[in-house]
């Protein structure tokens, strides 16, 4: 069975800095995707950022990029210009067909 | 982005009584859709996986009986609680995607509390 770990319970970061979110997972799948997703207060699951397993190339998103290290089974999220409306808690994800989601992270942005 | 719709947001109700939870996608064709259910402070668990006109397919430890889903078309899935208790309490959250290698895309979730 797939596992994702997130291994840290919290993290702050100060405005405008730059924040890296870790996440591992367990695999024995060539093909899959991985996803960071964002849950605020309001609870709305938001999609943050796909990687397809395939694709060397690390995934961005505006201020939002990956580090993808398919052999060291991790995949880590930095948030660069962090803004106040980026604190949530922030879940890895891993799809074959099904999402395994790690324990996830919540992240403070202090002003 | 595609846009699913959860309804209701939030319910309230008696210990012994069914609730319905509904989840449409608006703009696409969902040929898969999924419950989860997450607790305060802590991940999605995966409850059932639905596919359109076949029957649900429930995690283990996942009363299929008392967790009751229905997927009668390409936009709606319906997750009924039936003789909900206290320890039912808590926030299910609907998703629903095109095809395997495509993104999930969820509710707003129901926050649900039994009395």
């Known amino acids: 069975a797939q596992t994702v770990t997130q291994s840290q319970p919290e993290m702050s970061v100060q405005e405008a800095e730059t924040v890296t979110l870790s996440c591992t997972y367990d695999?024995?799948?060539?093909?899959?995707?991985l996803f960071w997703y964002k849950q605020p207060p309001s609870r709305q699951m938001i999609l943050v950022i796909r990687q397809e397993a395939y694709k060397q190339q690390n995934a961005t998103e505006n201020r939002f990029s990956v580090n993808f290290q398919k052999a060291a089974k991790s995949f880590s999220l930095k948030i660069s210009d962090s803004q106040l409306g980026d604190a949530a808690m922030y879940f890895c994800?891993?799809?074959?067909?099904?999402?395994?989601f790690g324990k996830g992270i919540t992240l403070s942005v202090r002003p | 982005g595609a846009v699913v719709s959860q309804h209701p947001s939030r319910v309230i109700c008696k210990s012994g009584t069914s609730v319905k939870i509904e989840c449409r996608s608006l703009?696409?064709?969902?040929?898969?859709m999924f419950w989860y259910r997450q607790f305060p402070k802590q991940s999605l668990m995966l409850m059932a996986t639905s596919n359109e006109g076949s029957k649900a397919t429930y995690e283990q430890g996942v009363e299929k009986d008392k967790f009751l889903i229905n997927h009668a078309s390409l936009t709606l899935s319906t997750l009924t609680v039936t003789s909900a208790h206290p320890e039912d309490s808590s926030f299910y959250i609907c998703?629903?995607?095109?095809?395997?290698?495509?993104?999930?895309?969820f509710g707003a979730g129901t926050r649900l509390s039994v009395l």
């Open positions: 703009d696409f064709q969902a040929t898969t």
């Open positions: 695999t024995s799948e060539s093909d899959y995707y």
């Open positions: 994800a891993y799809s074959n067909s099904k999402l395994t």
């Open positions: 998703s629903a995607r095109t095809n395997t290698k495509d993104i999930q895309y």
